[in-house]
């Protein structure tokens, strides 16, 4: 590394007085508040976040209150945030605290980064915004300042990289000053240092940037060769009884694990077995609509296709009873729905 690290810190700082985000709402707050911001802030943007906290607070104002609430609420609250394993491993964060550290949010990097979702960078942040300790921290926006100052070659995947990478965040984070040094960087990434097209000319940084010198942004950090995009289908299966329908939670891990979905087969072909093994019936009024709507996952693309199928009457029983539940319409906002389904059944309703 050939930049002198307190004068990079300095220039950062010196930009943060002036120009950063000085009144976020999980700012200057306790550590249950900073650690909710930071596990809604990874792959979310900071606009997109302030209205869900704001709401999670409002419900869940304490620690005690997560824990102690039924996960099915929790994920309610976090529906249309995405990647929901975050808001699982939140809750189940919240009870290890309450069970294991007497309510208290711990404050040593291994005690918390132990707790389920927290990484390395997270639990960085959490005990430099909260605690005022002095940690690294590698977030997205991070990655990307540090990428491009150093030229530091390779994608995030690589290890060799990361490893750069977090001997460059360890060097240049002050001993003073960690909290805003960690803020500051993350708001030059998010606001100055942009993924395409930097504002580089408004740029603390511009005189000790390595690829602005060589002219080189566009080639850092760099891409993992990119394959196509794998492409999916499954076909939902909407049964409706008058204002009723059936509603299937999905298993607690894989996509939109926890959340409440409708039932799913992967083709025409299986509706009739999948409804004598789970309604103990057969039914064959059914109108099928072929890919309605086409989600996109980081990995791959869903086509979802939809069978509607009017019931005349409700089964006796259904298996599996504890994960499929009928539900009256206009209550579906009592359940916390990927944002796909809520779109599809807000549509079939209008
Ligand atoms: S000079 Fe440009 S590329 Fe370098 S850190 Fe600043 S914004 Fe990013």
């Known amino acids: 590394m050939d930049v002198d690290a307190a004068s990079f810190a300095r220039t950062v700082l010196n930009w943060y007085r002036r120009y950063g985000r000085h009144d976020l709402p999980w700012q200057q707050q306790d550590a249950y508040r900073v650690w909710l911001s930071e596990i ?19 419900r869940f104002p304490n620690l005690g209150q997560l824990a102690d609430a039924d996960i099915d609420e929790v994920l309610q609250y976090w529906q249309g945030l995405g990647y929901y394993a975050r808001a699982r491993n939140l809750h189940k964060a919240a009870r290890v605290v309450r069970d294991e ?15 389920p979702g927290i990484g390395r960078s997270t639990a960085g942040a959490i005990l430099s915004f909260a605690f005022g300790q002095c940690w690294p921290i590698l977030d997205g926006n991070v990655k990307r300042v540090l990428a491009r100052c150093f030229r530091v070659p390779g994608w995030y995947g690589q290890s060799d990289t990361m490893k ?21 960087m993350m708001d030059l990434g998010s606001m100055v240092c942009l993924k395409s097209k930097p504002k580089c000319e408004a740029c603390p940084l511009k005189k000790l940037c390595s690829s602005y010198l060589h002219h080189s942004q566009a080639e850092y950090p760099q891409r993992k060769p990119s394959r196509a995009k794998p492409h999916k289908h499954t076909l939902m299966l909407l049964h409706r009884h008058g204002d009723q329908i059936l509603l299937w939670r999905r298993p607690p891990s894989g996509i939109w694990g926890g959340l409440w979905s409708l039932p799913e087969v992967d083709d025409e072909h299986a509706i009739e077995l999948w409804q004598q093994s789970f309604l103990s019936m057969a039914q064959t009024q059914r109108v099928i609509q072929d890919s309605v709507i086409r989600h996109q996952f980081t990995h791959y693309s869903l086509d979802i296709s939809l069978a509607i199928i009017e019931m005349e009457q409700l089964p006796e029983q259904v298996s599996d009873e504890e994960n499929y539940v009928w539900v009256d319409i206009e209550a579906l906002a009592n359940h916390g729905l990927p944002t796909p389904v809520r779109k599809l059944l807000t549509t079939l309703q209008d």
């Open 164 to 184: 750069q990478l977090w001997y460059l965040a360890e060097s240049v984070t002050p001993e003073q000053q960690a909290p805003d040094f960690n803020q500051a």
């Open 101 to 115: 550290h007497n309510g208290r949010f711990p404050r040593t990097f291994d005690a918390v980064a132990a707790l």
């Open 40 to 58: 809604m802030l990874q792959q979310t943007q900071v606009s997109t976040v302030i209205p869900y906290y704001q709401n999670f607070i409002e």
